[in-house]
């Protein structure tokens, strides 16, 4: 059996488990609460898994492969910048945000920082909404995008066709299951990339020669310009890069997909579990992915496509069974972790915009169809780089999200007046610099999260009483 049989096959189980999970979780799905939260029964496994994987499949494993091999070392920055971000989010912000949105009963984001009535109450919601439509309709793009390039390494098939099927499936099992269907798929989705994370760089650094064959190798690599330590940048600009991808961490406050997660958690004891397992996970996966793209750089010195190198490996290093079995597995986690990013979507139109009317279940299922669509056709004919595109996501994101948040949190209530300008600078300066020469420096990743966080932080009276009960 041929490794594209294999891989075929693999998939057809696959899917028709992540179906079986939709209609098995559709049981436990009777309410609002339950499509998007989960009911907050979320353990600790479920929960840092299934939290991993909707922040991290597509960009982490085709993403930051493909960067390690165009970049060289300097990618390094990536690891140290991402992991960054789950310490922040499991030490700080998940024992808070468990306790105190629970209290307020939110079931978004939005509506832990809006949960009162005021003013300008509805003109945050209405920025928080329109925000997060704009920058999920990107970055589930860019998981359409990495099913599309697994589809055409492995099966030559067409970039349209790859990316519908898989839209269809994971609308498909989002509309049934809700938030239980999607962090059970997204857990097994997280323990799949956590096999391939260790696997992979292990086959690969023994093709290379170990380590030390690796930096002699990587170092003596000249063709085609390629300058593995510093990608040909000048100082300032190689420090603006470093400051970048440090911002990656430093964003991770403002995931509305993530903290959906911490906020359907069960008790203190689930969130202590998850961090263990969360901040393990990521080491791991961030590490080996790019010690994969290095060994891949030295193995396949000319690959068209980096980001698709991943599959090169896989299918070159493994017998045709087990590197098919990986591959397939790879390309579902890939296809399927849009569906956090879905969810969160249409709670902010069904929970947030429709707040005080009555709305059924079909409304959240049509806004997650209709998303779906306009992603699908943003991955068919927009830009090919995942990388970039979900770079752009997350800071936008982190910038709107993360400053108030983090202050709530920590110091007290951010009156709506300096949330709400904190919302449109954070958001208008990832715009300007992601547009401009700066993008995918610290000028778009770091820089607009810590003005803002600024910001709100000084016009914010402090609270006596902000530690958890």
């Known amino acids: 059996m041929d490794t594209s049989t294999v891989v075929l096959v693999t998939l057809i189980v696959y899917k028709l488990l992540l179906i079986g999970i939709g209609l098995l979780a559709s049981r436990k799905t009777h309410g609002h609460e339950d499509f998007f939260l989960a009911g907050r029964g979320l353990g600790p496994w479920v929960a840092a898994l299934s939290a991993n994987a909707s922040t991290s499949s597509a960009w982490v494993l085709l993403g930051i492969s493909g960067a390690a091999y165009n970049w060289g070392w300097s990618a390094f920055w990536i690891f140290p910048g991402g992991v960054l971000g789950y310490f922040i989010n499991w030490l700080l912000v998940a024992p808070r945000l468990r306790v ?8 978004t984001v939005t509506d832990f920082l809006t949960d009162r009535e005021a003013p300008l109450q509805k003109a945050v919601i209405a920025t928080a909404s329109a925000v997060v439509l704009f920058s999920f309709t990107f970055y589930v793009a860019a998981q359409f995008q990495g099913a599309g390039k697994s589809f055409q390494s492995v099966f030559g098939m067409s970039l349209q066709g790859s990316v519908l099927l898989g839209a269809a499936i994971i609308v498909f099992y989002t509309m049934v299951g809700g938030f239980w269907a999607v962090s059970l798929t997204d857990t097994l989705q997280g323990a799949v990339m956590f096999v391939t994370a260790v696997l992979l760089p292990i086959g690969a650094l023994a093709a290379v020669g170990g380590p030390m ?3 002699d190798k990587m170092n003596g690599i000249t063709a085609g310009g390629f300058n593995a330590w510093d990608r040909n940048l000048s100082l300032p600009a190689m420090l603006g890069f470093i400051g970048g991808m440090m911002g990656i961490g430093i964003g991770a406050p403002g995931q509305p997909h993530v903290l959906n997660r911490f906020m359907a958690m069960r008790d203190e004891q689930a969130v202590r579990q998850g961090q263990v397992i969360a901040i393990g996970w990521a080491v791991l996966v961030y590490g080996g992915m790019m010690i994969l793209g290095w060994c891949a750089r030295v193995l396949y010195p000319v690959a068209g496509d980096g980001e698709a190198i991943l599959f090169t490996a896989a299918t070159d290093l493994f017998p045709p069974v087990l590197g098919g079995v990986m591959v397939a597995a790879v390309l579902s986690a890939s296809m399927s972790t849009a569906d956090s990013q879905l969810l969160t979507a249409a709670s902010c139109i069904t929970n947030d915009l429709m ?50 948040l983090l202050v709530t949190l920590f110091w007290g209530r951010v009156p709506y007046r300096v949330t709400l300008a904190s919302m449109i600078i954070g958001f208008s300066w990832v715009v300007i610099a992601h547009s401009t020469s700066v993008k995918g420096t610290m000028l778009e990743a770091g820089l607009p999260f810590l003005f803002c966080l600024g910001l709100c932080r000084l016009l914010t009276p402090k609270e006596d009483s902000r530690k958890p009960a």
């Open 100 to 107: 105190m949105s629970r209290e307020r009963g939110s079931i």
């Open 213 to 215: 064959d690796l930096i």
């Open 355 to 404: 707040r005080g009317k009555r709305h059924k279940l079909w409304q959240s299922r049509l806004v997650v169809l209709l998303l779906s669509l306009a992603s699908a056709l943003l991955a068919i004919f927009g830009s090919q780089e995942i990388f970039g595109r979900v770079l752009f996501a997350w800071s936008a994101l982190g910038a709107v999200f993360g400053p108030p």
